[in-house]
């Protein structure tokens, strides 16, 4: 069964690519290469064996895109990640992401009604949550005002699906992710954060290897255990294999609903601290750090309730902490022998 994936080049694209072929799909990506680099296909190719069928193309682009719906008139379902992702340059760019993430997805979903396509698996974002009431967030919480530009394309692509979905042709399964870290056991796929990392867990990395020089902890007076902000830290491929349970829903479950929503996380809270320490001790490696001041837009805590998707997905997330920071280490380690 064909699965049109936008952004397939991307961290969590490329992981659920390889998860789905394992599961016996028939992934075509599209990819404009504004957050991946070829090499990735490639180590698709190394771990699967075959090479996915992949258009270079900007999924807002609607001529081009089309051509990709007409070329291969039997795609099943979309899985749509293409998008701008970071939360600090959202409030600077506040335009671009909203062009980038809405178009995107309205041009997906013309073509999807266009081609009569009716299953899609969108990649929504804990950031919809905003700063919860209570611990841990459930789907059925009222979301909170957005605080970035970004958490505010997510929170209208979940509406649009929402309405859009009502209409009958289309249905939908949202799945908010929380912090997705690790990398491939392989060490061939991980993130490739474009420039300084805004993320945690890269930016650990690139302290470790010697590219940043010291990290630095955005606060230690939040009412939290030790201070620093709490967070969902969940496995890539586990996130990876939660878009191919909805796949398998959407496709092979009959009477679902045309529009449901899951959180996808593990359900442990993770100081920023404790992060720092695991990886430390997991990967014997000692992490410089201070601690700076707050970081302006942060939630103080944020995890998940995952048995939603436990119950109805049948998903749960199986790797632990300790494999979340060995696979991103050993990830980017490999990165380093590329370039020397
Ligand atoms: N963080 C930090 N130093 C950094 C990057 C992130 O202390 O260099 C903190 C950040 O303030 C937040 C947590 O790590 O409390 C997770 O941030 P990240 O950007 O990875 O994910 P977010 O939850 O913001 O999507």
Redesign the pocket.
């Known amino acids: 069964m064909k699965i049109l994936i936008t952004g397939g080049l991307g961290f969590i694209g490329s992981h659920t690519i390889v998860e789905l072929m394992q599961a016996g799909y028939e992934p075509i990506i599209i990819d404009d290469l504004s957050n991946s680099e070829p090499f990735m296909l490639d180590n698709i190719q190394k771990i699967t064996g075959q090479k996915p069928k992949c258009y270079l193309y900007d999924a807002c682009d609607k001529d081009r895109v089309r051509n990709v719906f007409a070329e291969n008139t039997d795609i099943k379902a979309v899985i749509h990640f293409a998008a701008k992702k970071a ?1 600090g340059e959202s409030m600077k760019q506040p335009l671009a992401y909203y062009r980038t993430n809405l178009v995107s997805l309205l041009t997906v979903l013309d073509l999807m009604q266009e081609f009569k396509v009716g299953n899609i698996v969108f990649a929504s ?3 919809v949550y905003g700063e919860p009431e209570k611990l841990p967030v459930t789907e059925e919480m009222p979301l909170q005002k957005s605080l970035s530009s970004y958490g505010s394309t997510k929170q209208m692509a979940e509406d649009i699906l929402e309405k859009t979905t009502a209409n009958h042709w289309l249905k939908a399964i949202l799945l908010r992710f ?2 997705p ?1 690790g990398a491939h056991h392989t060490a061939l796929l991980g993130e490739l954060p474009n420039g300084v ?5 890269p ?2 990395t690139q302290t470790a290897s010697g590219i940043r020089k010291e ?5 230690n007076d939040y009412s939290t255990p030790d201070g ?4 969902d830290y969940i496995h890539v491929v586990d996130l990876a294999k939660a878009h191919v349970k909805a796949i398998d829903r959407l496709l092979k479950t009959a009477e679902t609903p045309v529009c449901e929503v899951f959180n996808i996380g593990t359900g442990a809270g993770i100081s ?1 601290l404790e ?1 720092v320490e695991t990886f430390e001790k997991v990967n014997n490696i000692k992490i410089p750090y201070r601690v ?1 001041p ?2 302006a ?3 103080e805590s ?1 995890y998940a309730s995952c048995e939603k998707a436990n119950k109805i997905l049948g998903w749960k997330a199986e790797l632990s902490l300790a494999d979340m920071v060995r696979d991103s280490w050993n990830w980017e380690k490999y990165l380093k022998d590329r370039k020397e």
């Open positions: 939360v974002s804990a950031t929380f912090n870290v990392p805004n993320n945690l867990m930016y650990v990290l630095t902890i955005n606060g620093t902000c709490v967070r920023v992060m700076g707050r970081r837009g942060d939630a944020i």
